[in-house]
């Protein structure tokens, strides 16, 4: 299951993740969010090797969507050695999701 992650872990959990993370910034009243949230359950499990997910309520960590400019919800933001290495916003596809997680596991 997804770890949820406010500003009291987000470093430990996300920056300094020897994995590879996909951080779901979402809000409990997004419709594209809850379709989405199944279909990043179903890539942490077939993916758990290759990708850590995350998931960052903007409506309580507010501060954490302010950091990292989240304009909408929900907003993807991968994170590879600490930084922010791409970032998918609206209701994504599992198939994009996938490629970027292929296409960012290539680049190590």
Do not use: H, W
């Amino acid at each position: 299951m997804s770890v949820r992650v406010n500003a009291d872990n987000f470093d430990t959990e996300v920056l300094q993740s020897e994995t590879t993370v996909l951080a779901d910034f979402y809000s409990d009243s997004c419709v594209p969010c809850k379709r989405l949230s199944p279909v990043l359950a179903e890539i942490e499990d077939t993916l758990s090797d290759k990708i850590k997910v995350v998931k960052i309520n903007i409506n309580f960590d507010s501060e954490l969507a302010e950091k990292y400019e989240i304009q909408s919800a929900p907003t993807i933001l991968f994170f590879k050695n600490g930084s922010e290495v791409s970032r998918l916003s609206g209701a994504v596809k599992k198939e994009e999701l996938i490629e970027t997680i292929n296409n960012l596991q290539l680049g190590e």
